[in-house]
Every structure is written in C-alpha cells, then in structure tokens.
C-alpha cells in the first residue's frame, strides 16, 4: 500500500544555453508529489503518516523553496554570488529562516544560508525528481515521484528496497537507536 503526500515549492531558475524563453531567468511553483510504499503498520494502520512524509522530505526540500536553482557553468552563478558578498548576504542573514540541511551530491548542492541550489544539469522537472530521489532514497521507501512545474510534468516509478523499522504506536521511522523520535517508544 501506499501513502502520498504533495509539497510545494517556489523557485527561480533559468535554462542556461537554450533558445526561447526559457533562457531567461523566471519563477515557478512546483508541486512535487512523493508516494511511498509499505506494509500497513498495525498499530496505526497506516504505511507512514503522511506529515511525516513532509516533514522528511521538507528538512531537505525547504532549500528549494523562494531559492534560485543555477546550472553550474552559469554565468549568472559568479555574479549573483559577487552581489551576495557585496550586500553582505552571502554567508546568510538573520532574517533567512527557510534553511534546509546542507546537502551536496553528484547532482546538486545547496548553500542554505543564501537560498541558492547549484546543479550539474538543467533544472528540469526531469531533473528534480532526480534529485529528490537521491535525497530521500535512504529516508523513505519512495515508490513514485511526479513533479509538476507550469504545464511541464514529470513522473518516476521506483522499487522500494529499504527496510525501514517504524514505530508501531506512530508510523514514524526509528532512529538508528531504535526509538522514535516522536512518542519515545524504544524496539
């Protein structure tokens, strides 16, 4: 069975070396919908709760959020950061609560404390499912991604292969002592 949550995402980005509008830098609001799959835990008959689901996936996630997505070789990449250092904002300021865990992949890599992401390639929905993929693989058992941008969507089926020990008063997942981070019930 499956539980399915959908967050959603404000962003700015731009297709570095295309033709059309697209080249230009402009916004969006994405809605990305994460499915996992499980057996129904008996004590709360349920796979996962669903808001746990968000906020797994929103520790991470939230550094896409009002952020601006660049491609790596970018141009614009030096000089929005050169702006940054010149208004004293790049190392964060103190108004910026929308900092997610710091995180750096083969395929991306956020720096929190200026609501910047940093890709390898073109921000697509294409891409963001990959991306979220790799960031949430090891955290919940995602059998399907879709990720709806402007009219542009895009879906990935996956084969769950964690296993992931919940807790049977909650959902939620253990730590790795074995208790839950929510109630304190210990395996």
């Known amino acids: 069975m499956k539980s399915i949550t959908t967050l959603e995402l404000q962003y700015a980005h731009r297709f570095y070396g295309f033709q059309g509008e697209a080249q ?7 809605v990305l919908t994460i499915e996992v799959e499980d057996s129904i835990n008996t004590g709360v008959n349920m796979v996962f709760p669903c808001n746990e689901i968000q906020k797994t996936a929103w ?3 939230k550094n896409f959020d009002h952020a601006l997505i660049l491609r790596e070789d970018d141009p614009l990449l030096p000089a929005i950061l050169k702006v940054y250092e010149q208004q004293g904002i790049k190392d964060g300021a103190p108004l910026n609560t929308m900092k997610g865990e710091v995180f750096k992949t083969e395929l991306a890599t956020a720096y929190p404390e200026c609501r ?6 073109t ?6 499912i990959k991306i979220v ?7 919940l058992n995602i059998s399907k991604i879709t990720f709806t941008s402007g009219v542009n969507v895009a879906t990935e089926d996956y084969t769950p292969v964690n296993t992931i020990d919940r807790c049977p008063l909650c959902g939620i997942r253990l730590n790795s002592d074995g208790v839950c981070p929510k109630c304190g019930y210990k395996k």
């Open 123 to 128: 921000m697509t929905v294409e891409g963001m």
């Open 116 to 121: 910047l992401v940093v890709t390898k390639e």
């Open 59 to 61: 520790n991470v996630l």
């Open 133 to 139: 993929h790799e960031l949430l693989k090891d955290k």
């Open 24 to 30: 230009y830098l402009h916004g969006h609001t994405g």
